[in-house]
């Protein structure tokens, strides 16, 4: 069956390292992969899309990796803060039939220490 | 503030009962999401709608049903509620069908049923 898998641990790191999160995908081969910052009790907030055809994207401090070929992305934020701290959800882009469903992992906490 | 405004912000009801969650999308997406989200869940997408018409489902109960009206709202219906259903519900809207859009989120509606 399709999986998407983040680390349901938290990420506990000191402020101003780089903070990286994994996403894995299994049984899926998505054109597209979003991620998305979630704070408690609110809704996901958009970051960084990536296409399949793209092996790298950047945005100020993020930076998202994609490879189809380990079924991967890699979530970058250099010199974190502590307003970094939230939950970072991956979510590819599946077809299915002549739609696309947007599908999310259960996302990982990142904790930043001031 | 996204632009999608979710109603009510709160609901408490009892097993049993039958309520709907109303969606109004960013001012000209055509595309609505809805997603469940439990207590330290991820999201789990329910359904989605493509100026008026339904495009992709998920793992949404028979009791859960949902349409997107010419205005282009939405609606989420939820009956014979039980105690599991308890769950922040969250819409989003995106410009188009296609994936290659950010989606936007509510701020959600959250549902407690007891």
């Known amino acids: 069956s399709q999986k998407i898998e983040q680390n349901s641990e938290a990420l506990n790191i000191q402020e101003g390292k780089t903070a990286t999160l994994t996403c894995n995908y299994t049984n899926y081969s998505p054109a597209y992969l979003q991620w998305y910052r979630q704070d408690p009790g609110r809704g996901p907030v958009f970051l960084l899309l990536i296409r399949e055809n793209e092996k790298e994207k950047r945005k100020e401090r993020l930076k998202v990796t994609f490879d189809t070929t380990l079924k991967q992305s890699l979530f970058h934020i250099t010199a974190s803060q502590p307003a970094d701290s939230a939950t970072y959800l991956c979510a590819p882009l599946v077809r299915v039939d002549s739609s696309y469903k947007l599908i999310f992992g259960s996302g990982t906490r990142l904790l930043v220490r001031p | 503030d996204s632009g999608v405004t979710q109603t009510p912000k709160h609901l408490i009801t009892a097993t049993g009962q039958r309520v709907t969650l109303r969606c109004s999308p960013r001012s000209g997406d055509l595309s609505v999401y809805w997603y469940q989200q439990s207590l330290d869940q991820g999201l789990q997408f329910l359904i989605q709608?493509?100026?008026?018409?339904?495009?992709a489902k998920g793992n949404i109960l028979e009791r859960f049903s949902a349409q997107q009206f010419p205005d282009l709202h939405s609606e989420l219906n939820l009956s014979s509620l039980e105690l599991g259903d308890s769950a922040l519900y969250f819409c989003?809207?995106?410009?188009?069908?296609?994936?290659?859009?950010?989606?936007?989120f509510g701020q959600g509606t959250r549902l407690t049923v007891v």
């Open positions: 989003a809207s995106s410009a188009q069908g296609q994936p290659n859009t950010e989606a936007f």
């Open positions: 709608y493509y100026n008026g018409e339904e495009r």
